[in-house]
């Protein structure tokens, strides 16, 4: 399996494995980018932050993600 979805044209058209690899792929790529979304919501990790230590970055990014996945664990 690739990461990349496969394009099919007017001459060569999708094969049905290629169209379920396909459908794959968006399904997993929906998630993730459902994910990143979430985390955006938390301003912190997309507004600049102007900081001399180079580890706040990183520690934001990861409370951010920790937020948003306990969010996703309590959220029904």
Known sequence: MCSYPKRGSKKNPLTSKEKENNHLISSIRVRVEHAIGGIKRFR???????????????????????????HISYRY
């Open 44 to 70: 912190s990790v997309t507004d600049v932050f102007r900081n001399r230590r180079g580890i706040l970055d990183d520690l934001f990014m990861e409370l951010a993600s920790g937020l948003w996945n306990y």
